[in-house]
């Protein structure tokens, strides 16, 4: 099955921070763009940080700007969220898809990308 496993996700303070990771597993991360997003409760699921397929930049939504950064490493399959300065209202499941490359110039729409993970939870609290 063609799809990403999610980890790092865990439960921190207001101020505090995680590092997520995305790998992939059945394929590789070739010709794709990688997009995270997140589902707070309640709420649908949003776009939050994409990545080229040469890695040499990231795009944010502007709720994370500056506080998150995206990178990846192609020979590990895996991509990261780097999470700093969390705040409650980053409260959510946290997922990662890819793209056919190209498709990462603009915030992420979830119908755009494919092959979801299962996510990792994180919990902010103030």
């Known amino acids: 099955q063609l799809e990403f496993v999610e980890s790092g996700g865990g439960s921190v303070q207001s101020g505090g921070s995680l590092k997520l990771s995305c790998t992939a597993s059945?394929?590789?991360?070739?010709?794709?763009?990688i997009g995270w997003f997140r589902q707070p409760p309640t709420r649908a699921r949003e776009g939050v940080s994409c990545?080229?397929?040469?890695?040499?930049?990231?795009v944010y939504a502007d709720s994370v700007r500056a506080r998150f950064i995206i990178s990846r490493d192609d020979a590990k399959k895996t991509v990261y969220l780097q999470m700093l300065d969390l705040k409650p209202e980053d409260t959510g499941d946290y997922y990662c898809?890819?793209?056919?490359?190209?498709?990462?110039?603009?915030?992420?729409?979830?119908?755009?990308?494919?092959?979801w993970g299962k996510g990792t939870h994180v919990s902010v609290s103030s």
């Open positions: 990545i080229g397929e040469t890695g040499t930049h990231g």
């Open positions: 059945g394929f590789t991360l070739e010709d794709r763009d």
């Open positions: 898809a890819s793209a056919p490359r190209g498709t990462c110039r603009f915030s992420p729409k979830t119908y755009e990308y494919y092959n």
